[in-house]
């Protein structure tokens, strides 16, 4: 193990936890990744991703698995779950700000996706955030037990951060763990929210474009440090778990 997949192996098995206990998993379901520096010398880039059949909540940085970025076979690796070998293996060779890759069906995300116009309402603070930043994907695609269909959501990705999957979920990627998981975070409570405020068909107040402009380069300004803060945060409460 090198000295820059340590901490990596850390902050996701960090992330995952937290996910857990958020509410944000789906059983021993959904898959969270990261790209590994590539090391002098080196022929082949790795990422890292959590193994099939292990219970978020129970993670360490030991269970992550590492796997071959450069791989285009169709062999998944030991101790992988295919849907999420194939689907984060494509995204990390083809959309380069996706050093980190976090997918869940979490509910009030998903719950999104199963509608037929499938769009994050620009009628909260929190939602504006998000401003220009989500690619959609109209098309369900079935499991993704193969690269094509890997493909086909990181091409849906595109330059994207976030992206909703039509009939399945939500994928965040960033170039660091903390961001990613920052936008998992308040995605899910943007999207609640907004069901929350729909309820009995009520009609929105959304903002205007100018106004989501300004707000989205405010909250740009300070993404990172805003990110950062919080994981250290998390990372501090979940040091006694590992």
Not at 52 to 78: F, K, N, Q, R, Y
Not at 183 to 201: H, M, N, P, S
Not at 203 to 213: G, I, N, P, S
Request: some cysteine.
């Amino acid at each position: 193990m090198t000295d820059t997949e340590a901490p990596l192996r850390h902050d996701l098995a960090t992330a995952l936890r937290w996910a857990a206990r958020l509410g944000l998993h789906e059983g021993v379901c959904n898959h969270f990744s990261v790209v590994v520096p590539k090391a002098d010398g080196a022929n082949t880039r790795r990422f890292l991703i959590n193994p099939e059949g292990l219970h978020w909540d129970e993670m360490t940085p030991e269970a992550i698995v590492s796997c071959a970025l450069d791989d285009e076979g169709e062999d998944v690796p030991d101790g992988v779950e295919a849907t999420a070998y194939f689907i984060h293996r494509e995204i990390h060779r083809l959309v380069p700000h996706a050093t980190c890759a976090l997918h869940t069906h979490m509910p009030y995300a998903t719950a999104l996706t199963l509608r037929r116009n499938m769009r994050l309402r620009m009628a909260s603070q929190n939602a504006l955030r998000f401003y220009g930043r989500i690619a959609y994907d109209d098309h369900y695609g079935g499991l993704a037990l193969g690269a094509e269909e890997g493909e086909r959501i990181a091409g849906a990705l595109g330059k994207a951060d976030i992206a909703f999957l039509a009939n399945h979920g939500v994928v965040a990627v960033a170039e660091t763990v903390a961001e990613a998981f920052d936008d998992l975070y308040y995605l899910e409570r943007v999207c609640q929210t907004q069901i929350l405020a729909e309820t009995g068909g009520a009609e929105l107040r959304d903002l205007d474009e100018a106004t989501c402009t300004a707000v989205a380069a405010q909250f740009a300004s300070e993404r990172t440090a805003g990110a950062n803060r919080h994981f250290e945060a998390l990372k501090r409460m979940a040091a006694t778990g590992f």
